[in-house]
């Protein structure tokens, strides 16, 4: 059997409590805070993100008469958004969600184009890639 002396008095070492210490805030440049800002989504933008993930890839490519005919028969709706930053951000989620971080140069360019940074590329990308992680460890349990 073991013994581990907790007395820390006795043994001249400074309490456990001094041990530890507390965790300090990083201290954040101007820089660093303009660089978190530009990173970040509005709420809008993380719906549009969040939607994405139903959509198909079918729905990047443009419709053919035929199918703009049968959409308009059937009364289908267009997964195309009217504002032209919002629909790349949505085509580069539905990349996103379907190829992961493969997705083509063409897309990125439409991307960056529209306004976004790579920052934003970036926090969109961890937070797929974190859904779709969590996605597969919760299929595998079952």
Do not use: C
């Not at 198909?56 to 930053?85: E, I, K």
């Not at 990125?108 to 990308?125: D, N, W």
């Amino acid at each position: 059997m073991a013994y581990m002396n907790f007395d820390t008095l006795d043994a001249g070492l400074p309490p456990p409590a001094a041990l530890i210490a507390p965790a300090e805030e990083p201290v954040l440049t101007a820089k660093d805070r303009a660089n978190a800002a530009a990173a970040r989504l509005s709420a809008l933008e993380w719906s549009v993100v969040a939607l994405a993930r139903r959509d198909t890839l079918s729905s990047l490519r443009v419709p053919g008469r035929l199918s703009s005919a049968m959409a308009s028969l059937f009364r289908q709706n267009n997964p195309r958004l009217a504002d032209d930053r919002l629909e790349a951000l949505r085509r580069m989620a539905v990349l996103a969600w379907h190829h992961s971080f493969q997705v083509p140069v063409s897309e990125l360019r439409a991307f960056f184009a529209a306004g976004f940074t790579v920052g934003q590329y970036e926090t969109m990308m961890a937070s797929i890639s974190a859904s779709t992680s969590r996605d597969r460890a919760r299929r595998r349990r079952l």
